[in-house]
């Protein structure tokens, strides 16, 4: 079991920068690939980012390429995600999430565990 709790998130206005942590406790992070997600009211959850077990490969939608990065400090069991050139549409909970079963994943249904969210608000 692999418990994950967010935080990091608040309001922002445009073009300022977020930091969101995402603690695991239970089995290590290191044995997990690790993503972030988000859902804004009235849409699906959207992958954000992800990082492979060993951190060396990283993936980012589309939509937050250039201003997102994931990382993970496996000492500490926590992944991290820097947000920076914040826009209104990046407005969301953010969810952490852990895969025990794939190297890397993109979808949510490919994650075991998720966290119980962070609310980022960012104003125009």
């Known amino acids: 079991q692999v418990q994950l709790v967010e935080s990091g998130g608040g309001s922002v206005q445009a073009g300022g920068s977020l930091r969101l942590s995402c603690a695991a406790s239970?089995?290590?992070?290191?044995?997990?690939?690790m993503g972030w997600f988000r859902q804004a009211p009235g849409k699906e959850r959207e992958f954000v980012a992800a990082?492979?077990?060993?951190?060396?490969?990283?993936y980012n939608s589309d939509s937050v390429k250039g201003r997102f990065t994931i990382s993970r400090d496996n000492a500490k069991n926590t992944v991290y995600l820097q947000m920076n050139s914040l826009k209104p549409e990046d407005t969301a909970v953010y969810y952490c999430?852990?895969?025990?079963?794939?190297?890397?994943?993109?979808?949510?249904?490919?994650?075991?565990?998720w966290g119980q969210g962070t609310q980022v608000t960012v104003s125009s």
């Open positions: 999430a852990a895969s025990s079963r794939f190297t890397i994943a993109t979808m949510p249904t490919m994650y075991d565990y």
């Open positions: 239970g089995r290590t992070s290191s044995s997990h690939a």
């Open positions: 990082g492979s077990r060993s951190g060396a490969s990283r």
